[in-house]
């Protein structure tokens, strides 16, 4: 069974549903060359609005799925930054 499902209404603030943008934006954290940018302006408008649409969880999925963010990924930030500074 997947962790997120499409939902069949909009996605409020504070859902289990929108806690798929804060395991997006931590992976983003641990994977410099990844682009949060679509991930941050749908939380901007969740937070503005209260909520997000049907479509803008749909690309939310979309990424969380194709980057197979729901299997385990190295966290070590430090030996990333490490790598990033070189």
Known sequence: MRKYELPFEEVQVGSDESEIIKEILEFAEYHPKFDSTFVQSVEK??????FISFYQYQG???????????????????EIEKIGAK
Request: aromatic share 20%.
């Open 60 to 78: 939310l999925l979309n990424i969380y799925y194709g980057f197979q963010m729901d299997k385990p990924y190295e966290k070590n930030k430090a």
């Open 45 to 50: 408008h969740m937070w503005k609005e209260g």
